[in-house]
């Protein structure tokens, strides 16, 4: 089968909610790092096939198809196409995947996989609730009451359920959350994300200024002032401050083929090694990654000891410490540079954030492969592993 390659990835430093980066649209934030990505690349504008976008929210600002939308604000013609998708948190990992399949495919040789998400300007759950029962205006139909009696649907409730299930206290998710500050304040003054940031020309009250540094890092948190934050349910471990952070950004990866190298002249950063997407319990939700990084190694011919780093997406601190558990990786290759409970999440941007940092980070340490998953919304988990050029 042909290979797919990475050319050029980069993403915005995170904004918090009604922070630095919530003065820009959605549309053109996507824009941005469109144009950016192509810029890395070198390539031709004219020369991309397609754009596959990722968002949650899509409606308001990011409604009525935001990656077509944001084509038509870039530099980029408006002959090339786009589509828009979502399959919640991964909804970016999955453009990846689209993406590499695309050109894997041989149906296109260059194609762009991004996402953006502005929580500031379109609030999470926007698009709709869920319900114990089927109601008028909610996801909630008679046919899924009836499979899902009296559920509703909740990522919370999903965390609390791996913490009791894997036996993770308050204390050791308030521990975790502690590191991926110090990680993220280390990586940022090392100028581990240099690279890979696109920085944003805002406005604040002292005048323009550039947003280059992810805004939600905590480098005065300590164990104290963690865990004074009260859990989310009575009786819970939950907490906002062992939780991902609420976040405004973008991020983007262009994806070619071996002949698209060749006729442009291209430096390939990484390659696409494998692709994997499962399914599991809808309820608990957040767990299927762990299921589904079995399935990645054992169809890529690998063994957890062959992966040099590894990036798990920090929803909630129980996700990337049951992943720990289960799979038996070593702590020390897990989000080294930090993760979101630091950098913060913007939803449908967050697959292609954590494909550009862990390229950077392989490159860095001159690593060859790495793997990438993330728990999403419905019980669902992609996992991408790549391998560093």
């Known amino acids: 089968m042909p290979d797919a390659y990475i050319v050029s990835a980069t993403r915005t430093a995170g904004g918090k909610r009604d922070g630095r980066v919530s003065g820009w649209h959605p549309v053109d934030l996507a824009a941005a790092v469109l144009d950016e990505t192509v810029a890395r690349a070198g390539v031709a504008p004219d020369a991309v096939d397609d754009v596959i976008m990722g968002c949650v929210s899509q409606v308001g600002e990011q409604g009525l198809h935001l990656g077509r939308n944001a084509v038509l604000a870039s530099g980029l013609p408006e002959t090339v196409p786009a589509v828009t998708i979502d399959r919640q948190c991964g909804s970016s990992q999955q453009s990846i995947h689209f993406a590499a399949q695309a050109v894997m495919s041989g149906t296109q040789d260059v194609v762009i996989a991004a996402g953006a998400e502005s929580m500031s300007r379109v609030t999470m759950g926007s698009t709709g609730r869920w319900a114990r029962r089927a109601a008028p205006g909610s996801p909630t139909s008679p046919k899924l009451a009836r499979n899902y009696p009296e559920v509703i649907f909740s990522q919370f409730t999903g965390a ?230």
């Open 160 to 389: 609390e359920a791996i913490a009791s299930k894997w036996n993770l206290s308050r204390s050791d998710l308030d521990a975790y959350a502690l590191q991926s500050h110090r990680r993220a304040a280390q990586a940022t003054d090392a100028g581990a994300f240099k690279a890979e940031i696109l920085p944003l020309r805002i406005m604040t009250d002292g005048g323009a200024d550039v947003h280059e540094i992810d805004e939600g890092i905590r480098r005065d948190a300590t164990l104290d002032s963690i865990g004074a934050v009260r859990t989310l349910s009575e009786d819970g471990v939950i907490t906002a401050a062992n939780a991902s952070q609420i976040c405004d950004g973008a991020a983007a990866v262009m994806i070619v083929s071996e002949a698209a190298l060749k006729s442009h002249n291209l430096t390939p950063l990484a390659r696409i090694h494998a692709l994997t997407v499962t399914a599991g319990d809808p309820v608990i939700m957040l767990e299927e990654p762990l299921f589904a990084t079995d399935r990645a190694l054992a169809r890529a011919g690998l063994k957890i000891d062959d992966i040099d780093l590894f990036e798990v997406n920090e929803a909630f601190a129980p996700v990337p410490l049951a992943w720990l558990k289960h799979t038996g990786a070593d702590p020390d290759l897990l989000n080294v540079n930090g993760g979101a409970i630091a950098l913060g999440h913007p939803l449908g941007g967050s697959g292609a954030k954590l494909m550009t940092t862990l390229i950077h980070a392989l490159r860095a340490r001159g690593k060859r492969y790495g793997l990438q998953t993330m728990c999403e919304g419905g019980g669902i988990a992609n996992v991408t592993i790549i391998e560093a050029l």
